[in-house]
């Protein structure tokens, strides 16, 4: 797979994003190194697998490798990728792995802003349920895998594409799903036009027989599809899309639907685990490109009505005193507006959400839509930004988005500036059947539990 290489070092080896390639790397027997800032079972897991796992940073760890592998996420000042360099050592960005899976493969990568962790983990379900045994890289974890990624012996692989940095215009994809697109990530792109001409890119990346299945509901898909010559299918809930979302409902708190064909034809009615309908529209682009690879509509179906979704993608923490606690990784205003609206539709209940922003630049660029973003929620709490190791911006801080919601709906904030705080102001507000939704991509995801042992009373 990487010619030359059988030593590697991954600095970060326990980061979401690296800790599915380098799964992949040790199973495939490469001699596998990484470091990582702090002991998870992460590290543990990876240790028992034979890699060599390094707590800290050291420029020594990097001594006798064939190559290093990265994330965007890895600062230019690391010691371990400073000595890579200067000894003149190969630094593989992470999609370099995944190009590197997708190339011996007939590819499938799943880009958007949204809703590309839930798409790809369902496809994976969907592959492996019809029994053929795919290669599997996801940006989070899933139980049917055990992890975050598997190495098959099948002819396809499936992995989602990082349009964060533009590294997904590394990969080659046979097949490509696209989610949404939508302005994020500026701190890269600068504008929106750079942010549309990536993605016609990525779609032009794909063979002249590949086929894309893209949200036809999305104007920024509308207009990247038709600067391109490829094939394509949309799905979406708005009519004028190939296949549509149809009489969508819950029963016991099943999401139903009927994937119907703008010709009425129903390909199937389709029963979820996951509430929301992004994640209708998740599964119906999985469906379609699952379809288009051959699967039959059976196999498609029952692999949909088995996924219990990926975590923290509306993952239950657990239930005390009549409370349920979820936590869900929603960072981005559509994201977390779909997130409630999926909360509030799910049975007659408080929706409880505690929300930690999550970088400077997001916060600044995205502050207007912040704004409107939370209106589904019954009792709002926001805490402090996490930085994700970003300076601070002059005139951005925690008060910010709690600032710009009270100026835009009049909404009520409780506002927590130490986020250890969290358990101990909201535990005491909360009342039985109360849903606790902890959201955001930082580290909000440790205090759904601690929520709950405070609930137990054992805190």
Request: hydrophobic share 40%.
């Amino acid at each position: 797979m990487l010619e030359g290489i059988h030593k590697i070092h991954l600095i970060g080896i326990a980061g979401s994003g690296m800790r599915a390639i380098a799964n992949i790397l040790i199973s495939q027997g490469y001699d596998v190194s990484g470091s990582d800032i702090q002991e998870s079972a992460t590290t543990e897991k990876f240790r028992k697998m034979g890699a060599t796992i390094h707590i800290g940073h050291n420029a020594d760890y990097v001594n006798g490798v064939d190559a290093v592998v990265r994330s965007t996420a890895i600062h230019k000042d690391n010691p371990e990728l400073v000595a890579a360099q200067a000894a003149g050592i190969p630094v593989l960005h992470r999609s370099d792995i995944v190009k590197a899976v997708l190339d011996i493969t007939k590819g499938i990568a799943v880009a958007g802003a949204h809703g590309k962790t839930t798409t790809t983990s369902m496809l994976g379900q969907i592959f492996v349920e019809a029994g053929l045994d795919p290669t599997v890289i996801i940006g989070g974890e899933v139980d049917y895998l055990g992890g975050s990624s598997a190495w098959g012996k099948g002819e396809y692989s499936i992995a989602e594409a990082d349009e964060s940095d533009g590294s997904f215009l590394k990969l080659n994809p046979q097949y490509i799903v696209i989610t949404n697109i939508e302005n994020d990530h500026m701190d890269h792109y600068g504008t929106m036009e750079n942010l549309l001409q990536a993605f016609t890119q990525f779609v032009e990346k794909m063979p002249q027989e590949g086929t894309a299945v893209v949200c036809g509901d999305n104007k920024n898909i509308r207009h990247i599809m038709t600067k391109v010559d490829r094939k394509f299918m949309t799905y979406g809930l708005e009519e004028g899309n190939d296949v549509v979302v149809k009489n969508i409902h819950y029963d016991k708190g099943i999401l139903v639907y009927e994937a119907t064909t703008a010709a009425g034809e129903i390909l199937g009615e389709v029963r979820l685990r996951v509430p929301g309908t992004h994640n209708a529209l998740n599964s119906l682009g999985a469906l379609l490109l699952a379809r288009q690879c051959g699967i039959p509509m059976e196999h498609i179906l029952n692999a949909l009505s088995k996924f219990t979704g990926a975590k923290r993608r509306f993952e239950t923490k657990g239930h005390e005193k009549g409370i349920w606690v979820v936590d869900d990784y929603a960072h981005h205003p559509t994201e977390i507006n779909a997130t409630l609206s999926a909360a509030k539709a799910l049975e007659s209940h408080r929706v409880v959400c505690i929300f930690q922003p999550h970088r400077f630049t997001r916060t600044s660029l995205l502050l207007k839509e912040f704004g409107s973003a939370f209106q589904k929620a019954d009792v709002l709490f926001i805490t402090d930004i996490y930085s994700a190791g970003e300076d601070p911006i002059r005139g951005i801080d925690g008060h910010s988005i709690p600032n710009m919601v009270q100026a835009t709906t009049g909404q009520k904030v409780h506002y927590i500036a130490n986020i250890d705080d969290v358990p101990k102001v909201v535990a005491p507000l909360l009342k039985r059947d109360d849903l606790v939704l902890t959201m955001g991509a930082g580290n909000i995801n440790q205090y759904g539990p601690k929520l709950l042992e405070v609930l137990k009373g054992e805190a």
